[in-house]
């Protein structure tokens, strides 16, 4: 059995990208749990908003059969304002207590700034020290920032590993619709479709009918 973390930064984050290969890893036997940084965009707004959106979360991770989806309650859109030394070792808690052999997390690339903040920081804690660290750490893609940033060849999201998601695209689906307020209509990356969409295009970069793409930033065997 394997055990695998996902580490996000926002609300529906952790299933943009990876919900359908988080399936796989349930299907298999593996143990997956989630981590959001954040409290999501509505902190802006009421603390009702906040909950709500964090029961969608409960909602998606049940249905994609997570063991544990936390919520470490930072503020949206001020990882970058705070030490990042604050953020890593929030991080470090969770893969010290769960020692995760495997670690999805955001690319570095991302126009979003928290996103950015995540990805150092979890680098960071998952840093090869020690025989418990993560032996993979896995990059995924955000729909809506990963394709939105400038075109850096330093900073372009290039997959080298592709997750076959046929099988799981549609439960995919079905907990990234628990998010009502975080979905957009098509043709918006965050909608229904689009999710859909880019599942197939990965999928025929590998000769498969939907895939998920990741970039390896760590693989050990």
């Not at 009702?48 to 029961?55: H, Y």
């Not at 999805?104 to 418990?132: F, I, L, Q």
């Not at 080298?160 to 079905?174: A, C, G, M, P, W």
Request: proline letters at 5%.
């Amino acid at each position: 059995m394997e055990k695998v973390l996902v580490i996000a930064a926002h609300p529906d984050d952790e299933l943009l990208g990876v919900a359908g290969t988080i399936a796989r890893h349930v299907a298999d036997g593996d143990e997956v749990t989630c981590v959001v940084c954040s409290e999501g965009a509505t902190t802006r707004y009421e603390q009702s908003a906040v909950n709500e959106l964090q029961a969608c979360g409960q909602r998606a991770a049940a249905l994609l059969g997570v063991r544990e989806i936390r919520f470490l309650g930072m503020r949206d859109q001020h990882l970058d304002a705070q030490p990042i030394l604050d953020v890593i070792q929030a991080i470090e808690v969770v893969v010290r207590e769960l020692t995760p052999t495997t670690v999805y997390t955001h690319h570095w690339g991302d126009v979003n700034r928290d996103h950015k903040v995540v990805n150092e920081a979890v680098m960071v804690a998952c840093r090869p020290v020690g025989e418990s660290y993560p032996r993979s750490v896995l990059l995924f893609e955000t729909p809506s920032s990963t394709e939105w940033s400038w075109p850096d060849p330093a900073t372009a999201f290039v997959p080298q590993h592709f997750v076959d998601i046929t099988s799981t695209v549609d439960r995919k689906l079905e907990a990234m619709a628990c998010y009502t307020s975080e979905l957009r209509a098509a043709p918006h990356p965050r909608s229904l479709e689009a999710l859909r969409s880019r599942a197939a295009y990965w999928g025929q970069i590998v000769g498969r009918a939907y895939a998920e793409a990741f970039v390896v930033a760590r693989h050990v065997r």
